[in-house]
């Protein structure tokens, strides 16, 4: 099933050529130093650092609380999976500035590698798309990759994007683990700074 070449540090920038316009909520992890790499751990993002499963659900009440900002979420299959059933409110609730990307390597990076269900069986985009997210995508070669920020231009939200990597370290960042602050800071950029 996997057929993925891309590294994983190398396709947020491709996908979001422009991070200073988006809010991010990133998950745990890899997904989480990939967005902090992309954005310098900058003020437009917000880690769930330990809330594993929380970031789609999080990143949706950002949605609809800031519906003049575009939000993307960044998250992994692993934690995709511990709280699938937020694919079906996001759909439901249907916010258009809202776009998810799922970093899946198809494994559980912070665990000790285990195989993971995308691996297998799995398959996030139909789940997706099943759930009622129309606008998804599947980017597995460089030639998605090219064609990805077009889509998140171009396709009406809510948006998902399931990115197949390879297997590799995520992006080498420290970010801040001081939550209080960072979550002060995110506000402040949500409430003082334009959408884009």
Request: hydrophobic share 40%; glycine share 12%.
């Amino acid at each position: 099933m996997r057929q993925a070449t891309l590294d994983r540090r190398d396709v947020l920038a491709r996908i979001f050529p422009n991070p200073e316009r988006y809010l991010f909520i990133s998950g745990l992890a890899g997904p989480a130093r990939d967005t902090a790499g992309l954005t310098n751990d900058g003020a437009n993002t917000f880690t769930m650092a330990g809330a594993m499963g929380a970031a789609t659900t999080v990143g949706l009440g950002v949605a609809l609380s800031a519906p003049d900002r575009k939000v993307a979420v960044v998250t992994g299959d692993g934690e995709l999976l511990m709280n699938i059933g937020s694919l079906v409110t996001v759909a439901s609730m249907a916010p258009p500035n809202l776009t998810i990307v799922c970093i899946d390597n198809g494994c559980h990076g912070e665990t000790g590698g285990q195989t993971g269900h995308t691996s297998r069986t799995a398959n996030l985009e139909q789940i997706a798309r099943g759930a009622g997210i129309a606008s998804s995508s599947v980017v597995e070669t460089e030639a998605d990759l090219d064609k990805a920020a077009a889509f998140l231009e171009e396709m009406p939200g809510p948006r998902f994007i399931q990115v197949r990597v390879t297997d590799g370290p995520p992006t080498s960042y420290k970010r801040n683990f001081n939550m209080a602050e960072c979550r002060i800071r995110f506000r402040t950029a949500a409430l003082n700074t334009a959408g884009g």
